[in-house]
C-alpha cells in the first residue's frame, strides 16, 4: 500500500492583515520587520506597525571593539529612521518603546563609558 503526503496548508498566509498586524504587535520592531519579509503578501504590513520597539541591544550581545560597535550603532539608528520614516501614519501608532545602550571600551585611555536611554510612550 502506498502512503500518500498529505498537501500542506499555509494557514497563516490565510489569515486577514488585522490578524497579522495584531500577531506582530507582540515582537520587537526588529523581528517584525523580518517577519513581513518572509511573505511578499505582508510587504505593506511593515508600513502600518502598531507597536514600534526599538532596542540596540538586541544586536549588541557580542563585545566588539569601539569602531565595530560604533558601525553597528550607526546601522541601528539608521534602521530606526527608515521604519519611521515608512510609516503611513504615526498616529496610528499606539505604543513607541526606543532603548538604546552604549558601552564602548577604549584601549587606549581604558575607560568604559556606559548610557542607556529609554523612551516610553504610550497612548491611552
Not at 1 to 23: A, G, Y
Not at 75 to 91: D, Y
Request: charged share 30%.
Amino acid at each position: 500500500m502506498e502512503s500518500r503526503v498529505p498537501e500542506t496548508i499555509n494557514r497563516i498566509t490565510s489569515l486577514p492583515d488585522e490578524i497579522i498586524s495584531h500577531v506582530l504587535s507582540f515582537l520587537p520592531t526588529k523581528y517584525a520587520v523580518a517577519t513581513v519579509a518572509l511573505s511578499r503578501q505582508w510587504k505593506d504590513l511593515s508600513t502600518s506597525l502598531r507597536n514600534l520597539d526599538f532596542d540596540n541591544r538586541l544586536v549588541r550581545s557580542i563585545p566588539l571593539d569601539s569602531g565595530e560597535a560604533k558601525r553597528r550603532d550607526l546601522e541601528f539608528s539608521r534602521f530606526v529612521g527608515r521604519v519611521l520614516s515608512q510609516q503611513k501614519n504615526l498616529n496610528f501608532v499606539k505604543r513607541f518603546r526606543f532603548q538604546f545602550s552604549v558601552d564602548y571600551y577604549d584601549c587606549e585611555a581604558r575607560a568604559k563609558s556606559r548610557c542607556l536611554v529609554s523612551l516610553d510612550g504610550v497612548d491611552s
